[in-house]
């Protein structure tokens, strides 16, 4: 990827290309680095020595390997000295997890809510945080960072939740509620980082699909609502109100079915889940063993459905035009037919112009996903501010 612009920007961001291919490739020698990163080798010489001395690298001599010249040295990530927490948060459960520099799981707490209020949630972040702080000290680590995952849009600068849909949360200021809790609890001052958890999930496969970085690239996770993440750069595009990815509320029919929103025709309406029940009657924790069973009824509403996500998801991709396409979510386990037909909607709509579409990829699903792009999330922006 070839990267112009000013000079701080540009030593941002080969301070994280540097790092995330250290991640990727444990015991990569500076030699190797400049060949993969298409850097002269001063130039990645003083990037790693930078953040060797910022501690976020560690190198080690290798042993002789019978070749002339200077015994290459192993780059690796510095995991003694650094700490990332990462969460994810809902009115169902809260994952807590502690990561290494590396990616390696160190701790984690998952605690169910039990209530719907975001201070429950909240009271319970809090205290498994705690708890994971005092092993790791114990343990002569340090907490570097936080990074949260929650469900909706974000304003990133303050940390508050705009709003919810799934959990009604509304105007919900994350970052200063969790860190007054922590506050209470005793704990050092580190900083803390909100995100949405659709575009904690992007970062995810950002960062642990062990694939030649390519960019941009566009997730959409689809259940009885739509949502969409671009991440592009070591970053997310959050929008000027944290909106960008919002996209449940995007008309596709002003004569289809009414939204809580007030319009008619929204995505949410008519390319999820929600569609598909409101259609049948059925509950969609049924969608799976009705489809296996051949249910005609639903084969057609999900293939109604998956046309319209098809469309959707073309759209999108005319719009951003991702280097990578992941979709992912429960429509994805509700049978064939949807994947089969937005897929089968998605190519068509791009015959006309002659452009190859890219390729629809689904997602497993990863309980820890959030978490582990919360905490990504929060890696990314701590290199930032040392550019």
Partial sequence: MVISGNQQFLRTINRLAVLRAVRLNAGISR??????????????????????????????????????????????????????????????????????????????????????QAEVALDILARQTSSIWQRLSAANCRVSAMGIGVPGPVDTESGTLRY??????????????????????????????????????????????????????????????????????????????????????????????????????????????????????????????AALAGDPVLSRELRIAGKHFGTLLHNLSMQFDPARLFVGGPAFQSGQEFLSSARETFNGLYEPSGLTPPRIEVVRQDANAVALGAATSALYALVRPLS
């Fill in 164 to 289: 919810s849909d799934n959990t009604g949360w509304r105007n919900l200021p994350v970052r200063f509620m969790l860190e007054e809790r922590l506050k209470q609890a005793g704990m050092p001052a580190f900083p803390v980082l909100v995100q949405r958890a659709v575009g904690c999930v992007a970062l995810y496969h950002f960062e642990y699909e062990r694939r030649a970085e390519e960019e941009p690239l566009l997730y959409v996770h689809v259940g009885h609502a739509v949502t969409a993440a671009l991440a592009t750069r070591y970053t997310l595009i959050q929008g000027h109100r944290g909106m960008t990815g919002a996209i449940g509320h995007v008309t596709m029919d002003p004569q289809g079915p009414l939204c809580n929103c007030g319009k008619r025709g929204c995505a949410n309406m008519l390319a999820t889940l929600r569609a598909v029940q409101d259609a049948t009657g059925r509950p969609a924790s049924e969608f799976r063993a």
């Fill in 31 to 116: 030699v190797k680095l400049a060949e993969i990163l298409s850097l002269t080798r001063p130039t990645i010489g003083n990037l790693v020595d930078e953040l060797i001395t910022d501690g976020w690298l560690s190198e080690e001599k290798l042993g002789p390997t019978g070749a002339l010249g200077r015994r290459p040295v192993a780059l690796h990530m510095d995991d003694a000295s650094r700490i990332l927490v990462g969460a994810d948060i809902n009115n169902q459960r809260v994952i807590c997890i502690a990561t290494t520099l590396g990616g390696e799981i160190r701790e984690m707490s998952v605690t169910p809510t039990h209530s719907d």
